[in-house]
C-alpha cells in the first residue's frame, strides 16, 4: 500500500511518512527540532506524491484544528500594511501566518513582497520554498530551496525539502541523493521519527 508524502512545517520536519515508491522504504520527515525562533509551528497538510500535482486546495481550518487568533492577525495585519507597505518585518509575519493556515499563495505574495524590501534569512527562502510545493509548483520550490542554500549551504530544513521535492515531485533521484548526501555530511545523526538514519536511507537509494 502506497502512503503520500506529508509536506513540512514552518522551521522543522513534521513527523511523517514519505512514500519511496522506487526505493521499498519509508523515508520520515526528520526529528532534529529544527524550529525559526519566534514563529508558530504549522500544522500538518497532506500532498500528493510522487508524482508531480497540485496538492487539493485547502481552507485555513482544513487542518481541523480553529485558526481565529491567526485570522484575525492576518487582518490586523493586512490593514496595517495598507498604509505601510514598506514593513519587511511585518510581510515575513504576514507570510508565516498564511503559511500556518495552510493558504500557499497568499503566504509566497507575502513573502515576496518581504524579499522585494531586500535581503531575507535563509529561513525566509525556506518556507518560501515549501509554500511554491504546497501550492504545485515543485521548481520553483527547488529554485527557492536553493537561494536558502546559497545563504546557508548546511541549512538542514532547505537540504531535507529539497531532496523529497526533487524525488517525489520531479523523479530527480541524483539531485535528491545529492541534497541528502549534504544534509548527512552536515548531521551525521540525522533520523527519522521510526529512527531511521538518513545516513541508512540514503545508502538504500544508491543500491536501489
Do not use: C
Not at 522506487?22 to 525559526?36: D, E, P, Q, T, Y
Not at 509554500?131 to 515543485?138: D, K, T, V, Y
Request: proline share 4%.
Amino acid at each position: 500500500m502506497v502512503k503520500k508524502a506529508r509536506t513540512f512545517s514552518k522551521g522543522e520536519f513534521i513527523g511523517g511518512i514519505v512514500a519511496a515508491l522506487a526505493v521499498g522504504f519509508f523515508i520520515g520527515s526528520m526529528a532534529m527540532g529544527l524550529r525559526h525562533a519566534g514563529q508558530p509551528q504549522a500544522q500538518q497538510a497532506a500532498a500528493q506524491a510522487p508524482v508531480a500535482q497540485a496538492p487539493a486546495a485547502q481552507s485555513p481550518a482544513a487542518d481541523g484544528h480553529d485558526h481565529a487568533e491567526e485570522l484575525a492577525r492576518i487582518g490586523e495585519l493586512e490593514v496595517a500594511l495598507a498604509s505601510r507597505p514598506g514593513d519587511q518585518q511585518a510581510w515575513i509575519e504576514l507570510g508565516n501566518l498564511y503559511f500556518d493556515t495552510h493558504q500557499a499563495k497568499n503566504s509566497i505574495r507575502a513573502y515576496e513582497k518581504a524579499i522585494a524590501l531586500g535581503s531575507v534569512s535563509a529561513n525566509v527562502w525556506t518556507d518560501l520554498g515549501i509554500m511554491h510545493r504546497e501550492a504545485g509548483e515543485p521548481k520553483l520550490a527547488v529554485e527557492t530551496f536553493d537561494a536558502a542554500l546559497k545563504l546557508d549551504p548546511v541549512h538542514q530544513n532547505a537540504l531535507y525539502n529539497k531532496g523529497v521535492v526533487l524525488l517525489h515531485d520531479l523523479g530527480d533521484r541524483v539531485g535528491a541523493l545529492d541534497a541528502w548526501e549534504r544534509l548527512v555530511a552536515a548531521n551525521p545523526q540525522a533520523r527519522n521519527p521510526e529512527g531511521m538514519s538518513m545516513r541508512g536511507i540514503v545508502d538504500g537509494l544508491k543500491k536501489s
